[in-house]
């Protein structure tokens, strides 16, 4: 005689795919044990890995030593404070909100800074490192480790900020010599020794080789990416206007800038169009980062947003290279915060870079107090066009980490990012269960109605057969 569930196996299957199916994203950042987090209700969405809101400065230190035990930076996101590559935190304070201008929605207690002012006390990047996994392991809130993350954060320079090259004497020009840029946001792998040697050394940054091609113009106030391993091409390669770039598509269409003032041009965030800051200004930055399907890949993706406007997309990026250990691009490992500067460059450096409210997530994020919390699907903008052109002859960066000159540009790839949830594609078929990762909690979802569903029928029909 058949069993209940032998009478039910549509039922039965459907209950087992809904378990099966639901997906590990169903997690949110770590609780800190009597300190909530700003963005509560943010951190708490199923796809947040990591919150700081810098607003517990007691959870921060540093002895001024180089090496492990000189750096402090506590959080339940982190499964181990720091790696074995530790070095200027001096210069980093936690200070007051309100001694900077007014942000928008989100922290208004302390907040992080990268101190360049001697009349501010120590001098230095302010560098904050975090391990968010181990290699081979999961992230602290047991998210398996994914190639694909946004991490939002907002970001403010004091009006005595220096960039790199200050003073700005014309469109091409420095004032001081060797400018290269200032590193802002970084990620990498969670086994390197050093950046140099790592299989991804990338990030957001403002980068002095970014060059308009119709303008010959320079400026370090503009927003890049550096993409990939230190190692890929002309070394040091970056996203978008990298002229000399031969690893990766130059991506000349970004150009040109959209004002060709020297300093604070007061951009307007603008799809497909290069971005420059304005010193003065609180901004909200949110970085895409999707490592390529294997090392050395030209199919790894970039997006920016800037206020919640995409201003950069790409799809046919080298984000994943040969490192030492070499070629893990199985997903972010370990993160790096601070306003660092080449060695190389003879700027003589000033004012203040201020950060808060820094989020890290497997979806889109956007600003603090958007209503678009993470979880939901990337909004659509940008887009990208053909090739500019070659470069000059000195166009590109300069610097001991900056590269060196091949000119050399591949075609264009262009079009818009695939947009997904978590480590796969759009679409992309998981080997659990055939579930597809485009929306794992909404097929989830609908897998346990159906289920439901498929009870009540049965329930129903077992009822109406008793009544018969």
């Given at each position: ?5 032998d ?5 039965w299957?459907?209950?087992?795919a ?6 590990a994203?169903w ?35 540093c002895?001024?030593?180089?090496g ?24 980093r304070?936690?200070?007051p909100a ?7 929605a ?14 501010q ?27 694909d993350v ?16 200050d ?29 140099t ?13 970014a ?6 113009a ?23 206007m990298c ?10 269409e970004?150009?040109p800038?959209q ?17 420059r ?7 909200t930055v ?16 970039i ?5 919640g ?9 080298r984000t ?36 808060d ?10 600003p ?29 960066a ?12 591949l ?15 759009a ?13 794992p ?20 029909g ?7």
């Amino acid at each position: 005689m058949p069993t209940r569930m032998d009478r039910r196996p549509c039922t039965w299957l459907v209950v087992a795919a809904a378990v099966c199916c639901a997906p590990a994203a169903w997690a949110a950042a770590p609780a800190r044990p009597g300190q909530p987090y700003a963005e509560s209700s943010l951190c708490a969405q199923p796809d947040v890995i990591f919150c700081e809101d810098f607003d517990v400065p007691a959870n921060f230190a540093c002895t001024g030593a180089a090496g492990i035990g000189n750096h402090k930076w506590t959080n339940p996101g982190f499964v181990a404070e720091v790696n074995d590559y530790v070095y200027g935190c001096e210069g980093r304070q936690i200070n007051p909100a309100s001694d900077y201008p007014a942000h928008a929605a989100g922290s208004a207690g302390s907040v992080w800074v990268a101190n360049w002012n001697p009349a501010q006390g120590a001098q230095s990047p302010g560098s904050s490192w975090g391990v968010l996994r181990q290699k081979g392991g999961a992230f602290a809130n047991g998210v398996p480790a994914s190639r694909d993350v946004y991490v939002r954060f907002q970001i403010y320079w004091t009006p005595n900020y220096a960039w790199p090259g200050d003073p700005k004497t014309d469109l091409y020009g420095w004032g001081a010599s060797n400018p290269v840029d200032n590193k802002i946001l970084f990620l990498y792998p969670p086994e390197f020794q050093s950046p140099t040697e790592a299989a991804y050394d990338c990030g957001l940054y403002t980068q002095a080789g970014a060059w308009d091609n119709v303008n010959n113009a320079r400026f370090a106030d503009a927003l890049s990416v550096r993409v990939g391993d230190s190692g890929s091409g002309t070394g040091y390669e970056f996203f978008p206007m990298c002229a000399n770039c031969s690893a990766n598509p130059p991506h000349m269409e970004y150009a040109p800038y959209q004002t060709l003032a020297l300093s604070n041009p007061n951009d307007t965030p603008t799809p497909g169009k290069m971005f420059r800051f304005s010193r003065g200004r609180w901004y909200t930055v949110e970085l895409r980062y999707r490592l390529s399907s294997a090392p050395g890949a030209l199919d790894g993706t970039i997006e920016v947003w800037v206020e919640g406007t995409k201003v950069y997309s790409a799809s046919d990026l080298r984000t994943c290279g040969n490192g030492t250990p070499a070629d893990d691009c199985s997903g972010l490992g370990q993160i790096y915060l601070g306003a660092y500067h080449n060695a190389a460059d003879g700027t003589v450096w000033n004012g203040q870079q201020v950060v808060d409210n820094l989020v890290i997530s497997k979806s889109y994020i956007g600003p603090p107090g958007d209503t678009g919390d993470a979880g939901t699907s990337n909004p659509d903008a940008g887009g990208s066009g053909s090739d500019g052109g070659s470069p000059a002859s000195d166009g590109g960066a300069s610097g001991t980490d900056a590269g060196v000159d091949a000119g050399i540009g591949l075609p264009d790839g262009g079009g818009p990012a695939a947009t997904g949830d978590g480590g796969s594609p759009a679409g992309e078929v998981s080997a659990n269960c055939g579930c597809t990762s485009s929306s794992p909690r909404s097929a989830a979802a609908a897998l346990a109605a159906a289920a439901l569903a498929g009870l009540a029928r049965s329930r129903s029909g077992k009822r109406s057969g008793r009544a018969r």
